[in-house]
């Protein structure tokens, strides 16, 4: 009953409504938009940076992520393999040496980044096997090099040249070699693009003569949001004085806190949103309120507890404030989940002009449930706050005058 | 018993710089299945009295008793359910909710009284039958004539049987037809179901079907005859 008394309420005034509705709707998708952008933005930056690059969870020698260099590796055991692979949600352990040299070739001469993988394991962990974009994908006993477009293209080297790269090795040895491309990948991040380049384990462990050490052990992990748990089953199981065990936001802490800065910035625009549409539900509720006083005085008289009519009152607005978010929801779900699966890549000189900010030149859209939710929750709140107008309107409502007043 | 007491009952406005003195020393008596009409000139406190007899306002001094209950110290709250539970009010317009339909503003005091649904159905249909607007159960008031509105308004007033029912000039926006007929159907309820009426009017024709008459004066009772 008092349900459909606050239905019918709502639809008194049929236009007004539909505008007040109308309003939060579009407020929703617009927020929803937003927010999927942005999260699908901070989410593919996450996954690029930790899924295609340092993996989610690395481990290293004690001290190594203070102090990156070569010195700073650790034998590899199968016993601390084993450990680390035995904890559950672990899917692979892969290794890898990472180090400087300078790449040259013929009159060009670039500081790069070389990794020395074990190219089945790696792929694995980066699925780097699919951003090879010219000859062959190493094998482990190749001797011979994978090195980024970016970088390719600066020294002008094609498949088949060689490359020399010079270094330190293992406590100040020369690391010196001379290495033939095999193949050209081509990565979305320009940094990575640039400056990296792909050696066989074996390989990168005889020329920085390391032995066996290895820099670090990245982890293919089951599920992104397992890392904390996993890096504390680890913690467990392996020696922490000798080890540390690091996830994602402690490998990334700038682009971690770069994320949070940028998502309070994109948060303040949304409550200027809410507010701005919140001043337009306030109207609405004002004059809902303002225009039925005589009413309210009757069903004062007639013994209608004020609690029932609040709750009334409140139940227009809540109605109302739900129908526009479900219909903002319902509108905005389908595009999101669509440009979820299909990504907006921009192409030509706007993706030159954005990947010199040192970003990807595409929109991806999330679907994380909360960014959804979160949009209810703040309408909700808002119709609440204002709802406070109404219901103290009949908190003092004199029956006498409220009838008079009209 | 008597149903309504008042006893120096005045009430003074303070809103405006000089004091108004609405009301001055009533004292009344109303009798269960009385018919009781309250006249006098406009601005004489017609409206004043009846809101102070039934709950809606405060006496600035003297007391009502109700069904022998003294309402003047009763709290907000407890007095909204008197009102429920022993009043029907007729204003003089505007009485109904509009978005609910005849029946539904009929049965709605009942709904607040948590009557069972069987009971509000047979009732509303019994009071619309005897106000002669039995067609009228499903449409809104904005589809109703003055006239009919005002008997739905009785009609609800009377609906959960309440101890009486105050109507504040209930035909003042009718024409000459519909007020007679709706003072006949108050008439024909006042003997049917012993309902109690007291209702302030200026309209002779209402005044002529009253068998009580209480006049006043500059907020005093000047006259009170009974026919
Ligand atoms: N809220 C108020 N504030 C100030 N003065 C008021 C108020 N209500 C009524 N009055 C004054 O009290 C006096 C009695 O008013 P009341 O409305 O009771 O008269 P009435 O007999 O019902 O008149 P009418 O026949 O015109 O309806 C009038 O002088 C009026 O101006
Ligand atoms: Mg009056």
Known sequence: ?406 | MSIIKATDITKTYNATAVPVHALNGINLEIEKGEFTAIVGPSGCGKTTLLNILGGLDHPTTGEVTLAGTNITTMQDGKLIDFRLKNIGFVFQAYNLIPVLTTQENVEFIMLLQKRPKQERDARALELLTQMGIADKAGQRPSQLSGGQQQRVAVARALASKPQFILADEPTANLDSHSTSSLLDIMAKMNKEEGATFVFSTHDQRVIDKARRMITLEDGQIISDEKR
Request: one cysteine or more.
């Open chain 1, 1 to 406: 009953m008092y349900f459909t008394l606050a239905w019918r309420n709502i639809w008194r005034n049929k236009r007004r409504s539909y505008i007040t509705i109308a309003s939060i709707t579009f407020a929703v998708m617009l927020a929803c938009a937003m927010r999927s952008v942005q999260l699908g933005s901070y989410e593919r930056m996450i996954e690029t940076a930790a899924r295609f690059f340092t993996g989610y969870i690395q481990i290293h020698k004690n001290g190594y992520w203070e102090d990156k260099t070569i010195d700073n590796s650790f034998s590899y055991t199968e016993d601390l393999i084993e450990k680390v692979a035995s904890v559950e949600g672990v899917i692979e352990v892969v290794p890898r040496i990472e180090s400087f040299a300078l790449a040259s070739f013929e009159q060009k001469t670039k500081g790069t980044m070389v990794l020395g993988i074990d190219p089945e394991k790696e792929h694995k962990l980066t699925e780097v096997k699919d951003k090879l974009v010219e000859g062959e994908y190493l094998k482990s006993d190749d001797q011979s090099i994978m090195i980024a477009k970016g970088l390719a293209d600066y020294l002008r080297v094609g498949i088949g040249d060689s490359v020399v790269l010079i270094g330190q090795g293992y406590h100040g040895t020369n690391a010196v070699g001379i290495y033939p491309v095999s193949g050209i990948m081509k990565f979305p991040v320009p940094e990575q693009n640039n400056s990296t380049i792909y050696l066989p384990l074996k390989e990168a462990q005889w020329l920085y003569a390391t032995g066996d050490q290895l820099s670090s052990l990245s982890l293919v992990i089951d599920k992104a949001n397992h890392v904390d748990r996993i890096v504390a089953d680890i913690g467990k199981d392996v020696d922490l004085e000798a080890y540390e065990v690091m996830g994602w936001k402690d490998l990334m802490p700038e682009l971690v806190q770069g994320i949070e800065i940028d998502n309070i910035s994109s948060k303040v625009m949304i409550w200027i949103l809410y507010i701005v549409i919140g001043f337009g539900m306030f109207g609405t509720f004002l004059m809902m309120t303002a225009e039925r006083m005589y009413e309210f005085g009757v069903l004062l008289s007639i013994g209608m507890k004020r609690i029932k009519m609040q709750f009334v009152i409140f139940l227009e607005m809540a109605l109302m404030a739900s129908i526009g978010v479900v219909a903002g929801v319902m509108i905005s779900l389908p595009f999101i989940l669509y440009y979820h699966f299909h990504p907006i890549y921009f192409g030509g000189e706007m993706q030159a002009a954005i990947e010199d900010f040192g970003v990807e030149a595409a929109y991806y859209f999330s679907v994380q449930p909360s960014l959804f939710y979160n949009q209810a929750w703040a309408i909700f709140l808002m119709a609440g706050i204002l709802s406070l107008y109404p219901l103290i309107v009949i908190h003092k409502l004199k029956p006498v005058k409220a009838m008079r007043e009209n």
